[in-house]
């Protein structure tokens, strides 16, 4: 299903809360692709002071182009792991695969493009289980005719991309994570000690927060040892260090600027994890 000018085939989530200057420009990358499905979940307030902030969020979303147009809000504040995943559950629900989007993360045009070919072209392989646009290291090449991406075990949040046959696997909870057989698993599939052990890390750290999904999904994927495809060029700019997120403006991830996916896309010759990147990865999270 590759877009046209008469619209994006595949469905867009867009999540969104109180932070209607960034949604906007989210939006408006969305609405450049003119999506054919889109859905939009927004979060309640969680004060009255927060309640005209959300208001304005939500009068972000004016759809002037043919689209089918789902828009949940809640009434209450849900907090981002609920709301986040309550959402995810209702689109894969109701489609078969979707691209994601949260109200900070601006894509590349392209990015919309490089999601419906690598949905299309994997989309029974169940080793690959999401797509994500946001390349932590800016630009990935692995010499002369460098494939158009790679595999990791990791991925990011940042404008991802999966299907419903990955999704019905996500637990928010990550009960497994406290299961003794775990771990070993989780080391014998990373086969690097510096990138289990930060994983490990934060798993500890968020094994029963009730604040954060992403985690629990890569977490979801690592138990299957699923792969995520991420682009040789970030698709994504994250904006949310301006104000609102953990991210702090200094760390190099922040406001990471985007380049455009040339295409025809050039394949790898295998379906395999990229250790090397998953290293850099991890290195260059741990840089903030």
């Given amino acids: 299903m590759i877009a046209t000018r008469a619209g994006l085939e595949t469905p867009v989530v867009l999540l969104i809360f109180n932070r209607p200057d960034f949604t906007e420009i989210v939006f408006r990358a969305i609405a450049h692709a003119r999506p054919k499905r889109l859905f939009v979940f927004a979060d309640g307030p969680r004060s009255p002071q927060e309640a005209t902030l959300c208001a304005q969020t939500?009068?972000?979303?004016?759809?002037?182009?043919?689209?089918?147009?789902?828009?949940?809000?809640?009434?209450?504040?849900?907090g981002c792991r609920e709301r986040v995943a309550s959402g995810i559950d209702r689109a894969f629900?109701?489609?078969?695969?979707?691209?994601?989007?949260?109200?900070?993360?601006?894509?590349?045009?392209?990015?919309?493009?490089?999601?419906?070919?690598m949905l299309d072209r994997y989309q029974d392989d169940e080793r690959v289980m999401s797509i994500t646009g946001a390349n932590?290291?800016?630009?990935?090449?692995?010499?002369?005719?460098?494939?158009?991406?790679?595999?990791?075990?990791f991925g990011s949040p940042w404008g991802w991309a999966s299907w419903r046959r990955a999704w019905e696997h996500f637990d928010v909870t990550m009960q497994a994570w406290k299961h003794p057989t775990t771990k070993p698993w989780l080391q014998d599939v990373l086969q690097n000690n510096e990138v289990y052990q930060f994983q490990a890390t934060r798993f500890d750290m968020i094994y029963g927060n009730g604040h954060s999904w992403d985690?629990?999904?890569?977490?979801?994927?690592?138990?299957?040892?699923?792969?995520?495809?991420?682009?040789?060029?970030?698709?994504?700019?994250?904006?949310?260090?301006?104000?609102?997120?953990?991210?702090p403006p200094t760390h190099p991830?922040?406001?990471?600027?985007?380049?455009?996916?040339?295409?025809?896309?050039?394949h790898p010759s295998a379906v395999a994890v990229d250790r090397l990147y998953d290293l850099q990865h991890v290195r260059r999270i741990g840089e903030g």
């Fill in 58 to 78: 939500r009068a972000v979303i004016k759809v002037d182009w043919p689209c089918d147009l789902t828009m949940e809000v809640a009434e209450v504040n849900l």
């Fill in 136 to 153: 932590y290291l800016g630009r990935w090449t692995r010499g002369w005719r460098s494939p158009s991406y790679t595999f990791s075990h």
């Fill in 253 to 266: 991830l922040a406001n990471m600027p985007t380049s455009p996916m040339a295409f025809p896309l050039r």
């Fill in 215 to 247: 985690v629990a999904w890569l977490f979801t994927k690592l138990l299957d040892a699923g792969l995520t495809i991420v682009p040789a060029v970030n698709l994504i700019r994250n904006i949310g260090c301006l104000g609102g997120n953990s991210i």
């Fill in 93 to 117: 629900a109701e489609s078969e695969r979707a691209i994601i989007l949260e109200d900070d993360c601006v894509p590349d045009p392209t990015f919309f493009r490089f999601c419906e070919e």
